[in-house]
């Protein structure tokens, strides 16, 4: 039971840490890992963000349907299976990932830096 309590601690601190980065651009981390998918100018459809980000597709409908009136991203029906959207970063959503990427990857990297001390500690 303390290794699960711990685990729950780390989690929410971490969290708390990440929305306190992102705060600054009114960005979730959901909202962050999709531009992450995104990134590289591809255009994903919403079945494909719900399968990486482990999210049921209403919950993906309304976390993009939000970025999108942030103008993070854009949303438009699939040519080839109009039951299908396509979801792409706008020019505005790339900026943003790319400039919390770089602090989100430093904390990342002093978390693991504190994880190999800690066990180097025990």
Same mark, same amino acid.
């Given at each position: 039971m303390k290794i699960i309590l711990n685990i729950f601690n780390s989690t929410n601190k971490l969290k708390s840490h990440l929305n306190h980065i992102l705060y600054e651009d009114d960005i979730t981390i959901m909202q962050f890992l999709i531009l992450h998918e995104l990134s590289s100018n591809k255009t994903v459809n919403l079945t494909q963000l719900c399968d990486s980000l482990l999210c049921s597709p209403p919950e993906i409908t309304n976390i993009?349907?939000?970025?999108?009136?942030?103008?993070?991203? +854009? &949303?438009?029906? *699939?040519i080839d299976n109009r039951r299908c959207v396509d979801v792409k970063a +706008? &020019?505005?959503? *790339?900026?943003?990932?790319?400039k919390y990427k770089d602090r989100i990857e430093f904390f990342n990297t002093?978390?693991?830096?504190?994880?190999l001390l800690n066990e180097n500690e025990l």
């Open positions: 993009t349907s939000r970025m999108q009136k942030k103008q993070l991203i +854009t &949303k438009t029906k *699939n +706008t &020019k505005y959503g *790339n900026s943003i990932y790319k002093q978390i693991q830096i504190n994880k």
